[in-house]
């Protein structure tokens, strides 16, 4: 196989797989006419996130593709007329393990159409990465997509040779998926993410007993939505994650805003506007839910089914919830205080540490580092500093956003100009 040849199935492939948000810088381009420092060919190198938090450089490619499916709003779907390429098993190992030894990558994030079926498909992904471990000694980051409908077996077998799996449901809801990707079934996601969580937690059961035992998947598992291909609100979607998160323990759930990239009257037309903004608050939501405690249901609900987008969940949620506040600094629990807008989570652990010590004001409060131009509107250090009983949430929230330096100022010029 000529070199060219293999530049070209790189192209192709890297091209098709950046539409996975997981790695998100993949298949970006910029040209270098003249002669700067570097350029971006679009060869797939991305980067993701180990187990241990550290950043790694991946190739992330497709393995073919060619897919015998018809997903609506797939670039790789079969009746899409674009260039098809497929790769040799080989043909991934070599380049892996070639642009590892030139330090351009730590790793690799692998995956792919469907050709024949499910298991066909998945055993070649896992015959990559078996490969690298045990014939080539590669000990880098490897990503494996998991084919949904794939073999139990097949799972178990990947979970083994792979630091991380993923599942995407890309559809939040059933109807969505029926209506967008007719060939897919719900359980062929559901079956083998099950497996996986299985595999991890009875390998680290056995782990603790016999240390010799091989670690599997060892920075879990995760999986990704498409958002606003179909009609979910905000609160469907935090509640399909909540669930992927609870029933498989997933790592991370990411969110992809849909990009219209095919005419099908199924989908929102070509014009569409990216809805980065709205990934984004989906992202800052995911976040309360995770690590501040928050339920779905305080944040969505009947009467709030869709996150604002001039405003941050957290500040939505408090200037719903105004009698709730102010909070004494010096006296709040925990979890109050990870309430509180421009409060994060390491200023709550350093502000009660530091309460051990002192009662704290507002100086200690700014060293400590809080965004006091959205929290003072919530908190109290002494009593006679909270001003803002008399202000209505309508108000608190303009005050704030014309403070702020959000890069998404130009959302919410219009509400500025009301006070
Ligand atoms: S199965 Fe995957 S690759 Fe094939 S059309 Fe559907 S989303 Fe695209």
């Not at 070649?124 to 794939?150: D, Q, T």
Request: contains cysteine.
């Amino acid at each position: 196989m000529s070199f060219e040849r293999i530049r070209e199935k790189l192209s192709i492939l890297a091209d098709a797989a950046k539409y996975d948000v997981s790695c998100a810088s993949s298949g970006g381009k910029r040209n270098n006419p003249k002669k700067g420092l570097g350029n971006n060919t679009g060869m797939g190198i991305c980067h993701s996130y180990t187990e241990d938090g550290r950043c790694v450089s991946l190739l992330k490619i497709l393995l073919t593709n060619h897919c015998i499916y018809d997903c609506a709003y797939c670039i790789t779907r079969k009746s899409n007329d674009i260039q098809r390429a497929a790769f040799k098993i080989q043909e991934v190992v070599d380049l892996t393990i070639n642009f590892y030894r030139r330090n351009y990558i730590e790793g690799l994030f692998l995956s792919s159409g469907i050709f024949k079926n499910a298991d066909f498909t998945m055993e070649r992904l896992v015959e990559v990465a078996k490969k690298l471990r045990l014939e080539e000694n590669f000990n880098g980051y490897i990503h494996l997509k998991s084919i949904p409908g794939a073999s139990d077996e097949l799972m178990r077998e990947a979970g083994l040779y792979a630091d991380r799996l993923s599942v995407n449901i890309e559809i939040p809801t059933k109807s969505g998926l029926k209506l967008l990707a007719p060939d897919k079934k719900h359980e062929d996601f559901i079956k083998p993410m099950q497996k996986v969580k299985e595999e991890i937690i009875q390998h680290r059961a056995e782990q603790k007993i016999i240390k010799s035992t091989p670690r599997y998947a060892p920075a879990g598992q995760s999986t990704q939505m498409i958002i606003g291909a179909t009609g979910e609100s905000d609160r469907d979607i935090m509640y399909s994650a909540t669930f992927y998160y609870k029933k498989f323990n997933m790592r991370r759930v990411y969110y992809s805003g849909y990009i219209p990239v095919l005419e099908d009257s199924r989908l929102p037309a070509i014009d569409t506007e990216v809805p980065i903004l709205r990934e984004n608050r989906l992202y800052q939501t995911d976040w309360l839910l995770r690590f501040y405690g928050f339920s779905v249901e305080e944040i969505l609900n009947d009467s709030h089914t869709h996150l604002d987008l001039d405003i941050d969940p957290k500040l939505s949620w408090a200037l719903r919830n105004l009698h709730f506040f102010p909070i004494d600094i010096n006296r709040a629990d925990k979890r109050m205080l990870a309430r509180v807008p421009g409060i994060g989570m390491q200023s709550v652990y350093k502000i009660l540490e530091a309460r051990k010590f002192r009662k704290l004001n507002w100086t200690h409060l700014k060293a400590i580092g809080i965004a006091n131009n959205r929290a003072h509107y919530f908190i109290t250090c002494d009593s006679k500093d909270f001003y803002s009983q008399e202000l209505a949430p309508d108000e608190i929230k303009a005050r704030i956003l014309k403070n702020s330096n959000s890069k998404y100022k130009k959302y919410f010029n219009h509400q500025l100009r009301l006070f």
